[in-house]
């Protein structure tokens, strides 16, 4: 089958590997792509959000299959697109319709969903522009730290962890007053909870469910967690503290209820959903659901998962999961990204990267990487990502650090520390 899959990161790079070692897949198109996942496939220069374009692409070229690596595309409606053109409507989209992408593209939603179903999670409350004097007085009887959230999607930036109330009160009229766009229209205001976050990514054709191996990522820039909330710096998978225990209760109170959720609500969900979740007291309660994989969590879940991804998409696509099993490799894997100087705020790009080639006991996801002229240069934030194998965690972490040190970039910057709480 030809596929087509959407984003440009180190996601769409370990997605372009796994496409490239599967005897189904018989042409891979990445749309826009990077400088490594055009080692796997064809970059196709396409605007993931112009639906049309992408409709001509697809007639064109004879795609089967459309993988969508970012959220954007799904919380405009891509699968819905699809679905309701008569062109299009056999060619399966990977990921949730609009309405089940509104997990991750409202917080506001996601609470609703989560209260429905009894999932576990923060108690919160939502306001609006008309609600400003509720919103500060509610504010004012939390407990600090207060956890607020833009409504929308707010490229990772909107939620902001206030230490007084009065900070709180003044970041709550900012949001209300339009700092992150229309995402901050509707603002929750949610319990702090303080514990430890892990990921799980839950494989889903909207009938029955399959769990993939469950990752830890650091999103903060510096060692120790200090610092600015990136994208992503570095992630393990496994991960030690989750054990047996506490993943049945993930998986009874948390992925069942949610998959019930998505059934009563007749939503159409063909697709991943990654849970983001916080053990407390060694319960688990969720901080967000996204309707995609994780950025680097999918550079040490994909290289853990021995399945064919192509056959598991097709299995998702044809509503015929049940009968798959996933199988997993027993080793850790870890990852560590190589990041440009100043992010994640303002960078330089265009760097020349060198050293990748010696590389030989990683594997290399690109994320901001391009061609030009023979030359790797750096194209955006996180530029490459480190993956690496080991009997236990700390193993696959000397040898992403070793290798880390061998690539060069001016103004390359990595933590050092990534799993340093385990
Ligand atoms: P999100 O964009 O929802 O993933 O939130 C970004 C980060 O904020 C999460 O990864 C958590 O570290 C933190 N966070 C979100 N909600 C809470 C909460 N209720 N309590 C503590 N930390 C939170
Ligand atoms: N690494 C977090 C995310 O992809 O949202």
């Excluded at 009887?141 to 490229?155: E, R, S």
């Excluded at 830890?216 to 967690?225: A, L, P, Q, V």
């Excluded at 990487?369 to 194209?379: H, P, R």
Aim: aromatic share 10%; net charge negative; charged share 25%.
């Amino acid at each position: 089958m030809n596929i087509l899959l959407l984003g440009s990161g180190g996601r769409e790079h370990a997605f372009s590997w796994k496409f490239s070692q599967s005897s189904l897949c018989e042409k891979l198109f990445i749309a826009p792509g990077n400088a490594g996942t055009a080692t796997c496939g064809t970059n196709v220069a396409l605007n993931i959000k112009d639906f049309e374009q992408i409709k001509s692409f697809v007639l064109e070229n004879e795609i089967n299959m459309v993988v969508v690596g970012p959220e954007e595309p799904l919380v405009l409606g891509i699968y819905d697109f699809f679905k309701n053109d008569l062109d299009l409507k056999n060619v399966p989209v990977i990921g949730p319709s609009e309405e089940g992408a509104k997990l991750e593209g409202s917080k506001a939603f996601g609470k609703v969903f989560m209260a429905e179903q009894n999932i576990p999670t923060a108690a919160y409350e939502e306001f609006d522009g008309t609600k400003i004097e509720e919103g500060l007085k509610y504010i004012a009887t939390q407990t600090p730290p207060i956890v607020l959230k833009a409504d929308g999607l707010a490229a990772g930036k909107g939620v902001l962890i206030l230490p007084t109330i009065e900070e709180a009160q003044k970041e709550f009229k900012e949001m209300l007053g339009g700092k992150f766009g229309n995402a901050g229209s509707r603002v929750v205001i949610e319990e702090f909870l303080d514990g430890i976050e892990f990921s799980v990514f839950v494989l889903t054709d909207g009938k029955s469910y399959k769990i993939l191996p469950i990752a830890k990522d650091y999103k903060r820039i510096g060692e120790n967690d200090e610092g600015l909330n990136t994208g992503g710096m570095g992630a393990v998978s496994p991960v030690p503290f989750v054990d047996k225990v506490l993943m049945d209760k993930v998986e009874e109170r948390v992925i069942k209820p949610t998959i019930k959720g998505i059934q009563e609500r007749g939503f159409d969900y063909k697709g991943f959903i990654f849970i983001g979740l916080i053990r407390v007291n060694n319960e688990p309660y969720v901080i967000e659901y996204n309707c995609r994989m994780g950025d680097p969590e999918t550079e040490v879940v994909f290289p853990r998962l021995k399945n064919d991804l192509a056959q598991l998409m097709k299995a998702v696509g044809d509503g015929t999961l049940e009968n798959k099993q996933i199988e997993i490799d027993e080793r850790a894997a870890t990852t560590m990204f190589l990041v440009s100087g100043g992010y994640p705020e303002a960078y330089e790009k265009g760097k020349e990267i060198k050293g990748i080639e010696a590389i030989e006991d990683s594997i290399i996801f690109h994320g901001g990487t391009k061609n030009v002229d023979g030359k790797l240069l750096t194209n955006g934030g996180r530029v490459i990502a480190v993956t690496s194998f080991g009997k236990d965690f700390k193993a696959a972490l000397e040898v992403s650090k070793k290798n880390a040190e061998q690539i060069d970039f001016e103004g390359k910057y990595f933590r050092r520390d990534i799993g340093f709480d385990l």
